[in-house]
């Protein structure tokens, strides 16, 4: 298997702007690109220009980004809440131990 091709911000660019001027199945055939690929690129361009082609094809959605931080938080809540409960674990053995040591003097 070959290994995966990584194309630039520019790259991806200037693919997108030919668009305007040439059909999708020459720029496809000239730069050897799926035309699903060129297409993906297009509405991610589409949707946020500024914003597009971020990393090397790798583009963090805000989603993923969202629901990374997510889980992050439900894993600090759950921490959280297993420290309480050894806290008050631990609160209520000291008790009992100062009451076993009042009781024996």
């Given amino acids: 298997m070959g ?4 194309f630039t911000r520019e790259f991806k660019h200037s693919v997108v702007q030919q668009l305007d ?5 020459e720029i ?3 730069n050897d690109i799926l035309p699903i ?5 297009r509405r991610e361009y589409e949707s946020n220009p500024e914003e597009a082609f971020q ?10 980004k969202a629901a990374r931080y997510e889980r992050l938080i439900g894993q600090l809540y759950s921490e959280i809440d297993l420290l309480k409960k050894s806290i ?3 609160r209520q ?13």
């Fill in 93 to 105: 053995l000291r008790a009992e131990e100062q009451r076993e040591r009042q009781c024996i003097k």
């Fill in 37 to 41: 690929m060129v297409q993906r690129w």
């Fill in 3 to 6: 290994s995966r091709r990584r």
């Fill in 55 to 64: 990393g090397n094809g790798r583009l963090w959605k805000e989603e993923a």
């Fill in 88 to 90: 008050a674990n631990l």
């Fill in 21 to 25: 001027s040439r059909p999708l199945a």
């Fill in 28 to 30: 496809c055939r000239e």
